[in-house]
T-cell receptor
Framework: DGGITQSPKYLFRKEGQNVTLSCEQN?????MYWYRQDPGQGLRLIYY???????QKGDIAEGYSVSREKKESFPLTVTSAQKNPTAFYLC??????????????FGQGTRLTVV | GQQVMQIPQYQHVQEGEDFTTYCNSS?????IQWYKQRPGGHPVFLIQ?????EVKKQKRLTFQFGEAKKNSSLHITATQTTDVGTYFC??????????????FGQGTILTVHP
């Protein structure tokens, strides 16, 4: 089945540790996105990538890092510099033909808890 | 940078009542998209509006795009318990260094009392 997969669904980490969230898509989409969702704050953009080997900071990139070495993968690392990492993280992708604004498809999300 | 604001943050209605959420952008949008997130789920695309003044309907849902392409609304007629969830609007940056950036509003959480 085509889709976008995030793993794991739940993740627990100790404070001060880096953690990497996985996002894989087999939709052949060029663009991929990472959002953070906190109660009452909607979806805030962390990083996005329009093409392999290129990515841009979103609105809340501090304390996060990404890579885009393959078209189908866009892992997000939550570093120890992120002050409040506990949140629900959503990955999305879309078909990004130049000049088109297509719909975004979301993964199931990863709920990260840092203790 | 582009900001997308959405009101109200919460809306509680009795089943059968109507519901409206409003979306406003600080910049002119090339288009506006609407998504729905069920409790415990992930956002799912509902519709996209592209033209100034455009109105689209999906059964009991009516979507509007403002003439200036800076605001939009979603109206649900005669809400049902299946309408429960968070409704988001989202807009793309059309060009420049932020090309492809998809910005979401804060969302409106709708609860429906049977």
């Amino acid at each position: 089945d085509g889709g976008i997969t995030q793993s794991p669904k739940y993740l627990f980490r100790k404070e001060g540790q880096n953690v990497t969230l996985s996002c894989e898509q087999n939709l052949n989409h060029d663009a991929m996105y990472w959002y953070r969702q906190d109660p009452g704050q909607g979806l805030r953009l962390i990083y996005y990538s329009q093409i392999v080997n290129d990515f841009q900071k979103g609105d809340i990139a501090e304390g996060y890092s990404v890579s885009r070495e393959k078209k189908e993968s866009f892992p997000l690392t939550v570093t120890s510099a992120q002050k409040n990492p506990t949140a629900f993280y959503l990955c999305a992708s879309r078909d990004a033909l130049w000049g088109s604004n297509t719909e975004a498809f979301f993964g199931q999300g990863t709920r990260l808890t840092v203790v | 940078g582009q900001q997308v604001m959405q009101i109200p943050q919460y809306q509680h209605v009795q089943e059968g009542e109507d519901f409206t959420t409003y979306c406003n952008s600080s910049t002119t949008l090339s288009n506006i998209q609407w998504y729905k997130q069920r409790p415990g789920g992930h956002p799912v695309f509902l519709i996209q509006l592209v033209k100034s003044g455009e109105v689209k309907k999906q059964k009991r849902l009516t979507f509007q795009f403002g003439e200036a392409k800076k605001n939009s609304s979603l109206h649900i007629t005669a809400t049902q318990t299946t309408d429960v969830g968070t409704y988001f609007c989202a807009g793309y940056s059309a060009g420049g260094t932020s090309y492809g950036k998809l910005t979401f509003g804060q969302g409106t959480i709708l609860t429906v009392h049977p």
